[in-house]
């Protein structure tokens, strides 16, 4: 079979340190160039403004993308108090400026506002976004001067713990941790409403993606050094951890002819659950437990590198 261009044989999850000022998509098109790979892509975009995980996938481990985009997410985040700008960070132009009652300057007032955002509750995505609205992302149009109405979404914050409060600057150090779709911009705003002014993001770390740690994560500069001396594969993630399903290995060739299989399933795993497939020491499938034995349900040729 004749190799589809721009396919060089990675596949493989990268954690990639996302640099300040640079969008999700400058980070993919800087490793399509140092890979010549054309399939890369990421779980979760992060704005400009902010930094850490992003978790890159290349080659047939984009189709990975759909087990490991509704995993909760961390950060550490800073929020300036007395301004809204229009883009809900830094970067946006100052929509408003309000003064800063004494209780921002109070660690223990500060907390208590914090507190009040912990659980599910309702938010109101910022309209500079990648939320598509009629069939475009919703921050072109804004950017176009249209008025975009967002609609409210569902979210939980699990942990809003205060770090520290910076007097000087008017700014609170606060670490979040957040199920997916949760804008920590849209919180910036609503915690400078609660605490009786408005805020906006000053700057943002994304700490951890489910299981990943920034720890695990590369330099953008390292990784593309990596790939133009062919050494990227020791720079890949072992996706089985990450995706947290049970395992079990199977013969190559059953697999990639998509061949339903009759292995027993291992434990603890309920009817219709998902099972990582391990062939030839990478992961070949993800297979769903049914009724007649475990069926394809994502295939991976080649493997994903562990």
């Keep these: 079979m004749t190799p589809r261009r721009g396919a060089t044989g990675l596949s493989g999850l990268l954690i990639i340190d996302k640099p300040a000022g640079m969008t999700s998509h400058d980070v993919i098109a800087r490793l399509r160039r140092a890979t010549g790979e054309r ?24 189709r990975l993308e759909r087990y490991l985009s ?34 921002v300057f109070d660690p223990d007032a500060a907390a208590r506002v914090l507190s009040g955002f912990l659980g599910p509750q309702s938010q109101l995505p910022p309209a500079y976004s990648a939320i598509k609205r009629d069939g475009m992302p919703a921050h072109r149009l804004a950017r176009a001067g249209v008025e975009v109405q967002m609609s409210p979404r569902d979210i939980v914050v699990h942990e809003a713990a205060l770090r520290s409060v910076h007097a000087q600057t008017a700014s609170w150090d606060v670490h979040f941790a957040v199920s997916k779709g949760t804008y920590i911009r849209s919180l910036a705003r609503d915690v400078g409403r609660a605490a009786g002014t408005g805020a906006h993001l000053a700057a943002l770390r994304r700490t951890s ?98």
């Design 70 to 103: 509704g995993q909760d997410k961390s950060y550490d985040a800073r929020l300036v108090f007395g301004a809204e700008t229009d883009t809900l960070d830094s970067d946006g132009a100052v929509t408003a400026t309000l003064p800063v009652p004494p209780s």
């Design 209 to 306: 993606v489910g299981p990943i740690r920034i720890e695990a994560a590369h330099a953008l500069d390292a990784a593309c050094d990596a790939a133009l001396a062919g050494g990227l594969p020791a720079l890949f993630a072992d996706p089985v951890p990450v995706l947290g399903f049970p395992t079990l290995s199977a013969n190559a060739a059953e697999v990639l002819d998509g061949r339903l299989l009759t292995t027993a399933v291992p434990p603890p795993i309920a009817p219709g659950g998902r099972v990582s497939v391990l062939v030839d020491g990478g992961l070949g499938a993800i297979y769903r437990t049914t009724e007649r034995g475990l069926a394809p349900e994502t295939v991976f040729s080649p493997a994903v590198t562990r």
């Design 39 to 62: 399939r890369i892509g990421h779980a979760g975009t992060l704005d400009p403004l902010a930094t850490g995980v992003l978790t890159v996938l290349i080659g047939s481990a984009t």
